[in-house]
């Protein structure tokens, strides 16, 4: 059996732990409880995951590229699943290095993402980073219009914010996992276990960015930032 994200490979795992399961697009599957660990997954699961917890650092890098005024970050993140707060801690790690200061925000709900990104924004020097999250993608247009109303500079995660209207993003190319899991299905087929198929990281990473939101948000795109982009959005 094949799963997308951890909402489907969790009921697949509860239904049997015999099958052997190829997962792609999951976040923290040691967390979660789908392998015992990345090297040696130990049960019927294996696959490929969307992040590695330490490129999460690289939003705020860009943050301070794209904008360098900003010496204030809110950190919008799931708190009640691992990814939410590896990844915060991740950004926390490189935040004194760039003179920036982070406050969590919650992504359980619009109104408490309304609330905390307005109350925020009060403030000056102020950007926004989205981490990843299932949340985040529910709440994906209410959260890209609020930072753009309230001209925050905003990193995120996935390409759909920035062809949404969103500043820039930065993370994983989310097909290329689907491509590499048929080799793994090819070879459990061919007798392999999943026990002793490591899960691997995202091998593809992408940086996209929309210039027309920046020229609506004031924001002069370094050439060297626009030079890395694998899109451009004008």
Sequence with gaps: MAGNGTATVTPLLQATRTVPIVFVNVIDPVGAGFVASLAQPGGNATGFTIFEYGMSGKWLELLKQIAPRVTRAAVLRDPAVASGIGQFGAVQAVAPSLGVELSPVDVRDVGEIE??????????????????????????DPIISLANRHRLPAVYWNRRFVTGGGLISYGPDTIDPFRRAAGYVDRILKGAKPADLPVQAPTKYELLINLKTAKTLGLEVPPPLLARADEVIE
């Excluded at 609330?115 to 980073?129: E, K, M, Q, Y």
């Design 115 to 140: 609330r905390a990104v307005t109350a925020f924004a009060r403030s000056s020097n102020g950007g926004l980073i989205v981490t990843g999250s299932a949340l985040a993608l529910v709440h994906q």
